[in-house]
């Protein structure tokens, strides 16, 4: 049975989700949430996701939620195709763990500052809600902190987790692009190494397919 | 050579990973940061850890950092000592990683900010912003509601077998007292969960501040 991925087109976690599953060429049907219905609040849908959040997939029967656990779940499974190493083997300890490293700064550094932004600048005006300056002001000044530590990493390796590609790098995509569309993409455009990493996650081919809205594949 | 830690003995993330060394039975020597002397901004130790936090692991030269890496790097070494943290089937490691991603977006991001409005802004000389720390405490609350639905069908978060995605919400969750909110006591499938992970020896060894045992 092919895997459904029930989720909001253009919701970041969402996103998340349906990058990896092209990343691993895995075919999907994409069903869409009602997010101003509020159709994930709903029984239905909480009886799949109790936290009443998008997305969550239906892999013939196996419900999981949680996109970064999803994206991993489908990069475990699929391993073998698409993409190689988006999680590092088992049997290299140490690489998983750098991998490791890298996704919980991914929350921790990145997604914890940027996602405030996101919330205040688009998110609440989309709603017709004030904007909190002080709040956005304070999440600008710790990326600032925290980019200027990944322009370090990013001088020496490529990618977050070292040499190679993986979901840590991917993970970072849709809250960043969410930093542009509040109209601070200088935060990572200032950052050379960081703007050329960044850029090239852009121009991805599971991200190109995905950027305006996600679509079913099978 | 044995495996160093470099953290602070009060610091709640280098309690997370104690506890971790003490339920696999691995010996570690602690290297004690002084945050007053701003010793986790020098140079030597950014060096390390280019965030400037702590803690970070030392395995014979190779490094670690993020409390959380850092317990699965350990849980994954020594899988085959101590008590099993870590399932093997595909199945169950999704549904436990979705565990360890609930404690990160729908845990932790509201309980380490109240602990450090609350109870870290006042150690530094800052003053606590009541409203902050109440409305973290609410939205907090909200998912705790969600646990609580969750622990009445299953022992622990990610089924009926303990993980790590259980064990990392101790350090905060055990701080909620002291920031002013009874929510995990007033929940009785929460409480019996969060009661059976602080009896823990490893827990009990942490949770007042930590010492060597290599």
Redesign the interface.
């Known amino acids: 049975m092919v895997l459904k991925l029930y989720a909001a087109p253009q919701s970041t976690a969402s996103l998340r989700v349906a990058q990896v599953l092209h990343e691993n060429n895995v075919p999907f049907e994409f069903i869409p949430i009602d997010l101003r219905a509020k159709e994930q609040k709903q029984a239905q849908h909480t009886e799949k996701n109790?936290?009443g959040q998008v997305p969550y997939i239906d892999d013939d029967g196996?419900v999981?939620?949680?996109?970064?656990?999803?994206g991993?779940?489908i990069a475990?499974?699929y391993a073998g195709q698409g993409t190689a190493g988006l999680i590092p083997d088992?049997s290299d300890?140490?690489a998983?763990?750098?991998f490791?490293?890298a996704?919980?700064?991914e929350?921790?550094?990145f997604e914890?500052h940027a996602a405030k932004i996101a919330y205040e600048k688009l998110f609440k005006v989309r709603l017709g809600f004030p904007t909190n300056e002080e709040v956005v002001k304070g999440a600008i000044d710790q990326l600032n902190v925290?980019l200027d530590?990944y322009e370090?990493?990013l001088a020496k390796q490529g990618y977050l987790a070292g040499r190679e590609l993986t979901l840590a790098d991917l993970y970072h995509i849709p809250f960043g692009t969410r930093l542009y569309r509040a109209g601070l993409g200088d935060l990572i455009d200032s950052r050379p190494n960081v703007a050329k990493w960044f850029n090239a996650l852009l121009a991805r081919p599971s991200w190109v397919a995905i950027k305006d809205g996600i679509t079913s594949t099978a | 050579m044995v495996l160093t830690l470099v953290g602070s003995p009060i610091s709640t993330c280098t309690k997370r990973v104690v506890a971790v060394f003490l339920e696999k039975q691995v010996p570690f020597k602690f290297v004690p940061i002084d945050f007053t002397k701003g010793e986790h901004k020098a140079p030597a130790f950014m060096e390390k850890q280019?965030?400037g936090q702590v803690p970070y692991l030392d395995d014979d030269g190779?490094i670690?950092?993020?409390?959380?890496?850092?317990c699965?790097?350990i849980a994954?070494?020594y899988a085959d000592q101590g008590t099993p943290l870590f399932p093997t089937d595909?199945?169950a490691?999704?549904?436990f990683?979705?565990a360890?991603?609930?404690e990160?977006?729908?845990f932790d991001?509201y309980a380490s900010k109240a602990a450090y409005e609350a109870v870290f802004k006042p150690n530094l000389g800052l003053v606590t912003d009541k409203s902050v720390v109440d409305s973290l405490i609410k939205q907090l609350e909200q998912?705790l509601d969600?646990y609580e639905?969750?622990l009445s069908k299953q022992k622990y978060l990610a089924g009926d077998e303990l993980t790590l995605a259980d064990l990392f919400h101790l350090p905060y969750g055990a701080l909620l007292p002291a920031v002013g909110s009874n929510a995990i006591q007033e929940r009785p499938n929460v409480a019996r969960w969060f009661n059976s992970l602080t009896e823990r020896p490893s827990w009990k060894a942490v949770k007042d501040g930590i010492v060597v045992t290599a």
Do not use: D, M, W
């Not at chain 1, 999981?64 to 999803?70: D, G, K, N």
């Not at chain 2, 670690?64 to 850092?70: D, G, K």
């Open positions: 109790p936290f196996f999981l939620y949680e996109s970064r656990a999803i991993r779940y475990l499974k088992q300890i140490k998983l763990a750098l490791e490293q996704a919980s700064s929350f921790a550094n914890v925290k530590v370090g990493i | 280019p965030f190779y670690i950092y993020e409390s959380r890496a850092i699965r790097y994954e070494k595909l199945k490691k999704g549904l990683e979705q360890a991603s609930i990160q977006s729908n991001v998912k969600v639905q969750i």
